[in-house]
């Protein structure tokens, strides 16, 4: 199937492996120069090596998404580099590896602040882009409750907070995220903008 995809130009976050890796390589069966990054160099080098007839249209950066001026810096190169950006996905996640204000800081900026510092950043190459997108990929984390404990002792959690806060138990993240493409910059300029479902649902 042709999916008109073919040359365009592709930057892509979170790339080597589970949904990410099935993105970036469905666009390179298009025939898509895809520019893709991820924490770290040995799942990029593998990635890379999986794909050897497909080098020349692939470019890997390893880097850590909340690295605000790497980040930055990476988008930029790229946008450069291609000239110009046709689709843009941002689709790293936390892992939840952390509790208290520690859990909440990292949620929130691998969660939320990236994908609003990549929509900045990417904003001006994509307004050289033909049909340009941008697209949200929602972390499973923003809906789920915790896995540890029965399915009673986590509604009673849920029941608490929504009493404590005064509002119903959505998490802010994911609420974020959402707001974030409603009031992204992409509105208005010609720019297609798809805040997906959480990971597991897409």
Known sequence: ?????????VLLTGATRGIGRAILEAFLIEGAHVAFCARGQAGIDALMAAHPASAKNLRGRALDVRDADAFKLWVAETGEAFGGLDAVISN??????????DLWRETFETDLIQHVRLAEAALPWLEKG????????????????HRRGSLRHRQGRADQLRRSVGRPSRSARTAGQHR???????????????????????
Do not use: Q, Y
């Open 1 to 9: 199937m042709d999916l008109g995809l073919s040359g365009k130009r």
């Open 92 to 101: 790293v996640s936390t892992r939840l590896t952390s509790t208290g204000e």
């Open 130 to 145: 033909t049909d340009p997108s941008l697209t949200f990929i929602s972390s499973i984390a923003g809906w789920s409750t």
């Open 180 to 202: 974030l493409a409603r009031t992204n910059p992409a509105r208005g300029r010609g720019l297609g903008h798809d805040p997906s479902a959480p990971a597991e649902a897409v």
